[in-house]
């Protein structure tokens, strides 16, 4: 299983972490869902589905924290039988990026990927590039820049 | 003798903290009644577990019927708390000797002999380890070796099944072998749990901060284990049942760890 | 039955009386999360439970497959340390941080106490 990043300064971190936690699979994704690095993932199309999926878990639950009068929640688990799903989000210069890990319960556990989750939000923050400012997307952009980055994220 | 045995008996059943099970027990060994000797030990060191010459009398049975490996940990233990004790010097002389280590039989001899500069059985055994001359046999503790714990884990790391493993980083199998109370062989399915088990035992304490890890002893329900790293990319796996108090099994398993760390370097 | 959570500080405390012992924990086995804790400052909390329960999965597979069975207790040596562990049935560990030189036998009979009162 392979490591990729659209945006290079995450892939140290990210490759640290996967080892470290145990991880199956991750996608560091901003929170609109843009991907910027994954580990993992064999079919483009799984690592579209993931990114839309867990951006809208972070969005729902986000708003859900809203309405309480709470700030964000900071990390979400949800436990299978075989594998566990955690979602946290996490601040650099570069904006608030979201993190989607995917654990087997047999080769990890939600303490590990939590554990090692508070190294790869002070590495990604440490790496960011410091004055970069997002670029707006356009519609007309979207699909070539999807497309770039997918081809980035599987090594084509 | 016997009336002796008989009186013997009689004291001990009356007051079972008594000493006189050390007379009694040595009386019994001499007279080759070695299990009853060995339950009157056994039930001594129950009652004066920090008693050395308990632990000497325990081994000398032990020696004499051949359990050279036990018989080293009792007269080690003896050691531990009575550093001059004599009778266990001689005993882990004897023991050295029979293997051919004539070095550390003549070391230990010659401490028991600052001990006890009189004691002519260590003279002449001293003399024997030295090569000085045909002197008299020492005091027989047992008639003829069998090989003591150090080659015995040699003869392990050759194959032999005596619940040992030595295993390099990876879990590949360098020696020993490994049987499951069913006397299946379990040797490749251990080993590759215990790689696991020995790169996490390593990060964990190094991310806790506690420096090297230096070994892993768990009691289980049908036997214990110790693991220990005899040297940076190597791991050493030590299995008894529950009878071996985890104790001993720590002490097993540091002798094991030198033993494998010589042969690794032998075989380096 | 499980004890209430008021019963986990005072089975911990009795751990933590031991001479040697730096902290004692309560870790949930399966997801190495902490469930209760008495530490002393500078003990990472999250890190020991996380790390204490990845052991002690890997430990038990490789004891299963030795067969000599469940574990009752291990002791986890190291230069400047030791983390001792008894697991309970009901799927929780019982852990204590310690200095290298902790008298063993008095912290895994306090831990196994403490294992009868969590169950």
Request: net charge negative.
């Given at each position: 299983m392979t490591t990729r990043a659209v945006?290079?300064?995450t892939l140290e971190p990210l490759v640290k972490f996967v080892k470290e936690a145990g991880a199956r699979l991750v996608l560091v994704m901003t929170s609109a869902g843009q991907v910027l690095a994954q580990h993992g993932f064999s079919r483009a199309v799984d690592v579209m589905s993931a990114a839309a999926l867990g951006a809208a878990i972070m969005a729902s639950t986000d708003e859900m924290a809203r309405q309480l009068h709470?700030?964000?929640?900071?990390a979400l688990n949800h436990q299978g039988e075989r594998h566990g799903i955690f979602l946290a989000g996490l601040a650099t210069p570069r904006g608030r990026l979201v993190a989607l890990v995917v654990y087997d319960l047999d080769v990890s556990s939600l303490g590990l990927v939590q554990l090692f989750f508070e190294q790869l939000a002070a590495d990604l923050q440490a790496a960011s590039p410091k004055d970069s400012v997002p670029k707006q997307v356009l519609a007309a952009d979207f699909e070539r820049q999807l497309s770039d980055s997918l081809n980035t994220l599987f090594g084509r | 003798m016997a009336d002796e045995i008989k009186t013997l008996s009689s004291q001990l059943a009356q007051d079972p903290d008594s000493l006189v099970f050390l007379r009694l027990g040595e009386l019994l060994r001499q007279k080759g009644q070695l299990d009853t000797a060995h339950r009157v030990a056994v039930t001594g060191l129950e009652r004066h577990p920090h008693l050395p010459d308990a632990h000497d009398l325990y081994a000398r049975i032990l020696a004499d019927k051949h359990d050279y490996e036990r018989a080293f940990d009792e007269w080690d233990m003896a050691l531990r708390i009575a550093p001059d004790h004599v009778g266990a010097l001689k005993g882990l002389a004897f023991l050295y000797f029979k293997v051919g280590d004539v070095q550390q039989a003549a070391a230990h001899l010659e401490a028991a002999q600052r001990v006890a500069p009189d004691d002519p059985g260590v003279a002449q055994a001293l003399a024997i380890a030295r090569g000085e001359g045909a002197a008299a046999e020492p005091e027989p503790i047992a008639p003829a070796a069998q090989p003591i714990e150090e080659a015995r884990v040699f003869a392990g790391l050759e194959g032999a099944q005596e619940g040992l493993l030595l295993l390099d980083a990876s879990g590949r199998v360098l020696g020993g072998a490994l049987k499951d109370p069913a006397g299946r062989d379990v040797t490749e399915a251990v080993a590759a749990y215990l790689a696991g088990v020995s790169q996490e035992a390593a990060r964990t304490v190094k991310l806790l901060g506690l420096g090297k890890w230096t070994g892993l002893a768990a009691e289980g329900h049908l036997g214990h284990v110790h693991l220990a790293p005899p040297s940076s990319d190597a791991l050493l796996l030590v299995v008894r049942d529950r009878a071996v108090p985890m104790g001993r099994l720590a002490i097993i398993a540091q002798r094991a760890a030198l033993a494998a760390r010589r042969w690794l370097e032998a075989h380096a | 039955m499980t004890a209430p959570a008021a019963a986990y500080g005072k089975a911990l405390d009795l751990i933590t009386r031991v001479r040697g012992v730096r902290g004692a924990m309560l870790v949930s086995?399966?997801?190495?999360?902490?469930?209760a804790e008495q530490l002393m400052e500078g003990i990472k909390g999250p890190a020991v439970s996380a790390l204490a329960a990845s052991v002690a999965t890997r430990l038990r597979r490789a004891m299963e497959a030795a067969g000599?069975?469940?574990?009752?207790f291990w002791h986890l040596q190291a230069e400047h340390g030791a983390l001792l562990v008894v697991p309970t049935p009901g799927g929780t560990l019982v852990v204590a941080v310690a200095e290298p030189d902790v008298n063993v036998g008095l912290v895994r009979l306090e831990l196994l106490r403490a294992a009868e009162v969590v169950g």
């Open positions: 945006e290079t300064w709470q700030p964000p929640f900071a | - | 086995a399966e997801d190495g999360i902490v469930v000599v069975g469940a574990s009752l």
